[in-house]
């Protein structure tokens, strides 16, 4: 089983794990009492250009954000096996609102829980599905071989919204 968190506290308040495995001590995968954490290595950005180069390709940013995002923060993540891009704010009510991409990953397998298709991003192949505690609204999109989450809306049409409004950031 292969989970992440994000900070939801911005730079500085922690760095992001990825649990890479849960297992018993049989080997057996599921409620176990063993998990291997791995802690990334995280480098801020100043604006989406910078990004896409410590990223090391392009990527993709919504151009609409929601009036309560303010003070964006850019950054790149790297764990042993995967680099996130980040591009996000926490909004009024301290709930993160961004977006994360990586590299989509063969054979990865969707993610649980209530999701559907909404036609408005049937040509990114996307879906939209509530995650989180307090549910909020999150859409995964793909394109140009990229996996991009945006997380943190409150409504169909805000995520929707966001995600037609991807634009691609060319690295400096």
Not at 46 to 60: N, Q
Not at 105 to 121: K, N
């Amino acid at each position: 089983m292969r989970l992440s968190r994000l900070d939801q506290r911005g730079s500085g308040a922690g760095r992001p794990i990825s649990i890479t495995s849960m297992s018993d001590e049989s080997g057996n995968q599921g409620n176990g009492a063993r998990i291997q954490v791995v802690e990334s290595e995280r480098e801020s950005c100043s604006f989406e250009p910078a990004l896409a180069k410590a990223f090391g390709r392009v990527l993709f940013t919504p151009a609409w954000w929601p009036a309560d995002a303010q003070q964006l923060e850019y950054r790149v993540d790297r764990f042993p096996h995967r680099t996130h891009y980040w591009v996000g704010a926490i909004r009024n009510d301290g709930v993160p609102v961004g977006v994360v991409g990586h590299v989509e990953m063969p054979g990865a397998r969707r993610a649980t829980g209530e999701w559907w298709e909404p036609s408005e991003l049937a040509h990114v192949r996307g879906l939209v599905g509530w995650v989180g505690v307090p549910p909020r609204l999150q859409a995964v999109v793909h394109d140009e071989e990229l996996a991009i989450h945006l997380i943190g809306y409150e409504a169909e049409e805000e995520v929707v919204k966001a995600a037609n409004s991807l634009r691609r950031i060319e690295p400096e």
